[in-house]
Antibody, heavy 122, light 107 residues
């Protein structure tokens, strides 16, 4: 059974880069056809899709964050990562990684990590 | 971007009640809508995909309907474990977008 686990610093200083990793267990990040996404939820607000990387390595980003975001994968470690630069307090949120299985044609996130809380503060 | 508007933002209900949550898209999304349940400290859970298809393992008291711009999630008989927040998400076009969430609370 595939599981996702987010990891990374819980506190980031303003103007610095937020870096998170999602470790995939129970399956390979580089086989099949999947979209691996990052999603966040600020306290008291709705979910916001940040972007995704496909099994092939291609990426898509939310235009609202595109200038500051990089999502990449490391097939040797079975992980994918998020880098968000020039952070401000508005980037404080619970960050989730999640999967879409293209073969299932559901177009929905069927597996999520439990989330990791990131606070931007000096 | 397609805006997703959920209502109500919160609802108080009792065990056994029928609960209906609505989600409206700012433009047509065919049937590319999913519903999720989330609880604090737990991974969000996919309930419904393609507007009305029940995800494997999800109890049949959950159902979804709608197409185009208007969608509903119905819980036919609320159970204690159903008190949570529910969010809709459109999968029709990028960027993927979510509704603001509906919190189902104990009455």
């Amino acid at each position: 059974q595939v599981q996702l686990q987010e990891s990374g610093p819980g506190l980031v200083k303003p103007s610095q880069t937020l870096s998170l990793t999602c470790t995939v267990s129970g399956g390979s990040i580089s086989s099949g056809s999947y979209y691996w996404s990052w999603i966040r939820q600020p306290a008291g607000k709705g979910l916001e899709w940040i972007g995704r990387v496909h099994t092939s390595g291609s990426t898509n980003y939310n235009p609202s964050l595109k200038s500051r975001v990089t999502i990449s994968r490391d097939t040797s470690k079975n992980q994918f990562s998020l880098k968000l630069n020039s952070v401000t307090a508005t980037d404080s949120a619970m960050y989730y990684c999640a999967r879409v299985d293209v073969a299932l044609a559901t177009h929905a996130f069927d597996i999520w990590g439990q989330g990791t809380l990131v606070t931007v503060s000096s | 971007d397609i805006q997703m508007t959920q209502s109500p933002s919160s609802v108080s209900a009792s065990v056994g009640d029928r609960v209906t949550i609505t989600c409206r898209a700012s433009q047509g999304i065919s049937s590319w809508l999913a519903w999720y349940q989330h609880k604090p400290g737990k991974a969000p859970k996919l309930l419904i995909y393609a507007a009305s298809s029940l995800q494997s393992g999800v109890p049949s008291r959950f159902s979804g309907s709608g197409s185009g711009t208007d969608f509903t999630l119905t819980i036919s008989s609320l159970q204690p474990e159903d008190f949570a927040t529910y969010s809709c998400q459109q999968a029709n076009s990028l960027p993927l977008t979510f509704g603001g969430g509906t919190k189902v609370e104990i009455k």
